[in-house]
């Protein structure tokens, strides 16, 4: 078949396909809107539409299909705000939508390469159109598993915060050898004060020393008066 006779084909084809989503510049260019589906949640929930739309780009080559078309990708860029719901007469926000960046381009460029690559020689406009769609929604679930997975380990380090409030140091080799040697140091230095308190008790104060010295000089005075006593009645006798 004439190449040229497959292209009025194909293009007539996507008309029909994506009414909506295509838009025909020329014979040769056009584009096609993707909207991809919104990620799910953990729990099987669809969360919030972005409304954003990857705006893919064809041009056919001159011999095309027997080379691949010219695809350029681009982000129609939507205002994205925080969602809210009403639960009676409070509303909560709700995550913002999760939407692709132009970092995530590249992907989805190598992908459409890809694709072109692999169907050379037949039509591939819908099997690029297609593809793209399919790894757009992948890189935006993985955003949202990524999401889920910050979340919970935030959840996870605010548990282990409350809870170590109620729970004390665990013991290891190392911290058990710290809190020997110090626990030692504090009973020897409770054994020195101990021991320098009990020679303070022993030890006589000045008071004691003096009362104790007055008894013993009168105790002296008798006992030397007493055997001048005894002498004296020797001396007599004798």
């Given at each position: 078949m004439d190449p040229e006779e497959?292209?009025?084909?194909?293009?007539?084809?996507?008309?029909?396909?994506?009414?909506?989503?295509?838009?025909?510049?020329?014979?040769?260019?056009?584009?096609?809107?993707?909207?991809?589906?919104?990620?799910?949640?953990?729990?099987?929930?669809?969360?919030?539409?972005?409304?954003?739309?990857?705006?893919?780009?064809?041009?056919?080559?001159?011999?095309?299909?027997?080379?691949a078309p010219v695809i350029?990708?681009?982000?129609?860029?939507?205002?994205?705000?925080?969602?809210?719901?009403?639960?009676?007469?409070?509303?909560?926000?709700?995550?913002?939508?999760?939407?692709?960046?132009?970092?995530?381009?590249?992907?989805?460029?190598?992908?459409?390469?890809?694709?072109a690559e692999d169907n050379l020689g037949m039509p591939s406009v819908f099997a690029i159109i297609s593809s793209l769609k399919d790894q757009s929604e992948s890189i935006l679930q993985e955003k949202q598993v990524e999401?889920?997975?910050?979340?919970?380990?935030?959840?996870?380090?605010?548990?282990?915060?409350?809870?170590?409030?109620?729970?004390?140091?665990?013991?290891?080799?190392?911290?058990?050898?710290?809190?020997?040697k110090k626990f030692k140091a504090e009973m020897a230095a409770l054994e020195n004060k101990d021991g320098k308190n009990e020679e303070t008790k022993k030890r006589p104060t000045g008071r004691e020393i003096f009362e104790n010295g007055l008894e013993g000089s009168k105790k002296g005075d008798e006992d030397d008066e007493e055997i001048l006593q005894e002498r004296v009645k020797t001396i007599g006798i004798s």
């Open positions: 497959e292209r009025n084909q194909e293009l007539e084809l996507l008309q029909s396909m994506y009414p909506d989503e295509m838009t025909v510049i020329s014979a040769t260019v056009f584009t096609i809107s993707i909207h991809p589906e919104p990620p799910t949640s953990s729990n099987g929930g669809t969360l919030n539409s972005s409304n954003q739309s990857l705006l893919v780009r064809v041009e056919y080559t001159e011999d095309y299909p027997a080379t350029e990708l681009s982000l129609e860029q939507v205002e994205v705000r925080a969602a809210e719901e009403e639960d009676g007469n409070d509303k909560k926000a709700v995550d913002e939508p999760i939407v692709l960046d132009n970092s995530d381009l590249g992907t989805l460029n190598e992908k459409a390469t890809l694709e999401r889920e997975q910050e979340r919970e380990a935030k959840i996870r380090e605010e548990e282990e915060r409350e809870q170590a409030k109620f729970r004390g140091t665990l013991v290891n080799r190392e911290n058990f050898i710290v809190w020997r």
